[in-house]
């Protein structure tokens, strides 16, 4: 069993910036590959980045890539979302989850298993 808490969520400006923050208790982090994912109101929830159990490989939706970043800190057992030149289409909650497949990273949201409860990020023009 896996707890996943999210933080770093919050109002900014477009063209500003966030790191999000995933935190895990109950195991080890380092097992799993980890995914963030976003759902906006009225949406279904979206892919946004992952990254291999080694901290390798990060893999970005193309409407972020270029502006947001993926990293982790196995050794405090947390992954990073850094979200730079936020747009408004970037308004949505915010979700990590922990890949419980093997191979090459995932899009997929039937891919990932343990979900965080999400955090809130609002870009206003």
């Known amino acids: 069993q896996v707890q996943l808490v999210e933080s770093g969520g919050g109002l900014v400006q477009a063209g500003g910036s966030l790191r999000l923050s995933c935190a895990a208790s109950?195991?080890?982090?380092?097992?799993?590959?980890m995914g963030w994912f976003r759902q906006a109101p009225g949406k279904e929830r979206e892919f946004v980045a992952a990254?291999?159990?080694?901290?390798?490989?990060?893999y970005y939706a193309e409407s972020v890539n270029g502006r947001f970043t993926i990293s982790r800190d196995n050794g405090k057992n947390t992954v990073y979302l850094q979200m730079n030149s936020l747009k408004t289409e970037d308004t949505a909650v915010y979700y990590c989850?922990?890949?419980?497949?093997?191979?090459?990273?995932?899009?997929?949201?039937?891919?990932?298993?343990?979900w965080g409860q999400g955090t809130q990020v609002t870009v206003s023009s």
């Open positions: 990254i291999k159990w080694s901290g390798g490989s990060p």
């Open positions: 989850a922990t890949d419980r497949t093997v191979g090459p990273l995932s899009r997929i949201v039937g891919a990932y298993d343990y």
């Open positions: 109950g195991r080890i982090l380092s097992y799993y590959d």
